[in-house]
């Protein structure tokens, strides 16, 4: 069983930087895309970031947060991170992770990912 948890949340002011990080359980965390969603009080679900299982490898981000925020990870840790910098009242939402299906799919989509943490809290102040 892969259990994944997040922390890195906060309350910050519009303008400042938070780190979100999720560690992963298991010895397989470096064969898998992994990704970060968020999900506001009242809306869907909405794609961040993904990074494919390589630590040098492709990354994508969601259209809102391109230039701001930065995925990465670090197989030896069983980490996965999110640096997100500039934030923006918007970008108030539960963060979570989660890792990408065995065969794949789009890295945009929530339904290519299995297995998904408990979530972290960012809010951003005006």
């Known amino acids: 069983q892969v259990q994944l948890v997040e922390s890195g949340g906060g309350l910050v002011q519009a303008g400042g930087s938070l780190r979100l990080s999720c560690i992963a359980s298991g010895r397989t965390f470096s064969s898998y895309g992994m990704g970060w969603f968020r999900q506001a009080p009242g809306k869907e679900r909405e794609f961040v970031a993904a990074?494919?299982?390589?630590?040098?490898?492709?990354?994508y981000y969601g259209d809102t947060v391109q230039g701001r925020f930065t995925i990465s990870r670090d197989n030896a840790k069983n980490t996965l991170y999110l640096q997100m910098n500039s934030l923006k009242p918007e970008d108030t939402a539960v963060y979570y992770c989660?890792?990408?299906?065995?065969?794949?799919?789009?890295?945009?989509?929530?339904?290519?990912?299995?297995?998904w943490g408990q979530g972290t809290q960012v809010t951003v102040s005006s």
């Open positions: 989660a890792r990408r299906r065995d065969y794949g799919g789009p890295y945009l989509s929530d339904s290519s990912y299995d297995y």
């Open positions: 990074i494919s299982w390589r630590s040098d490898s492709n990354t």
